[in-house]
Nanobody
Framework: QVQLVESEGGLVQAGGSLRLSCAAS????????MGWFRQAPGKEREFAAA????????YYADSVKGRFTISRDNAKNTVYLQMISLKPEDTAVYYC?????????????????WGQGTQVTVSS
């Protein structure tokens, strides 16, 4: 049974940084794409970043490119999202997700497994 457990988010001032982690368990993820999505109040869930576990190819939404970095640690079976230069518009619940992949996708409906979500709040 796949489990994705995100770390606690937090409250950070604009311009600050935060790192989220997602501990994955339940299977070997070498053939998976791992994604980070976010959902702000009243908005649809949107793609932030993804990584192909086996070769660490990374993909980013334009809104976070240059500020967010996704990475993974094989030994810990953990995916990270390092966020810098945070803006108030980055405030959202952040979700880790997994997709058995033939290719990268930014569509949340194509991810089969989800974490519980963690709140990130950026104050101005």
């Amino acid at each position: 049974q796949v489990q994705l457990v995100e770390s606690e988010g937090g409250l950070v001032q604009a311009g600050g940084s935060l790192r989220l982690s997602c501990a994955a368990s339940g299977r070997t993820f070498s053939n998976y794409y791992m994604g980070w999505f976010r959902q702000a109040p009243g908005k649809e869930r949107e793609f932030a970043a993804a990584i192909k576990w086996s070769i660490s190819s990374t993909y980013y939404a334009d809104s976070v490119k240059g500020r967010f970095t996704i990475s993974r640690d094989n030994a810990k079976n953990t995916v990270y999202l390092q966020m810098i230069s945070l803006k108030p518009e980055d405030t959202a619940v952040y979700y880790c997700a997994a997709r058995y992949g033939l290719g990268y996708s930014a569509r949340p409906q194509e991810y089969s497994y989800w974490g519980q979500g963690t709140q990130v709040t950026v104050s101005s």
